[in-house]
């Protein structure tokens, strides 16, 4: 009964995960949202910095 | 169009594309951040936007803290699959497995904390970044 109530839990928010991948791609497809400032993690910033 | 070559060039991520397991896409060095692609799996857009956001994303100590604990691996797993998810879908690709993987590594992280909010707003913000740098990188946008 634990077990399946928590493969449901699992499949909820696989489902809403996918939801908000999909929204923000939605948002990705136009070119407008490299006029917004994008703000780096530090850590790929440093990255990207190196090579 | 987006160039995952040119990506990987625009980001100095190194790769190698050779043989390896069937069951491997491909998987990156993280310490070194360096991506290795199965010949196979060389077209799929899916499996380098999946490395590059392993070499992106997960630290250098990162590497050595997963085997201490799994958890990381899932959490580590998932945003990598979220971020080619979005690439893909924002590139108009099929992406069907997703589900089935990140359900997959999900069942790996505690239970609390599948209650609780899994990937918080502030990640997600991380992750849409790095879908973001993935996709200039490769002339998506140009």
């Not at chain 1, 991948?21 to 703000?39: G, N, R, V, Y």
């Not at chain 2, 991520?13 to 390896?20: A, C, E, F, R, V």
Request: hydrophobic share 40%.
């Amino acid at each position: 009964m634990v077990i399946k109530t928590v493969l449901k839990q699992i499949k909820k928010q696989a489902e809403l995960l996918k939801e908000s991948a999909e929204q923000i791609a939605e948002e990705l497809k136009s070119p407008a949202i490299l006029e917004k400032d994008t703000e780096i993690d530090p850590d790929i910033e440093q990255f990207l910095a190196r090579r | 169009m987006w160039d995952k070559f040119q990506a990987c060039k625009m980001l100095g991520i190194p790769y190698k594309i050779y043989d390896m397991p069937d069951y491997i896409g491909g998987y990156t060095e993280l310490k070194h951040r360096y991506i290795h692609i199965n010949p196979k799996k060389a077209d799929d857009d899916r499996v380098w936007a999946h490395e590059i956001a392993h070499a992106l994303l997960h630290f250098q100590n990162f590497e050595s803290a997963r085997g201490v604990d799994p958890r990381l691996n899932a959490y580590a797993e998932l945003e990598a699959d979220t971020v080619a998810y979005i690439v893909t879908k924002t590139l108009g690709l099929e992406n069907k497995d997703y589900i089935r993987y990140i359900r997959k590594f999900m069942r790996n992280i505690p239970i609390c904390e599948i209650y609780g909010t899994l990937i918080s707003k502030e990640r997600l913000t991380k992750l849409k970044e790095s879908a973001i740098l993935i996709l200039k990188s490769g002339g998506y946008y140009d």
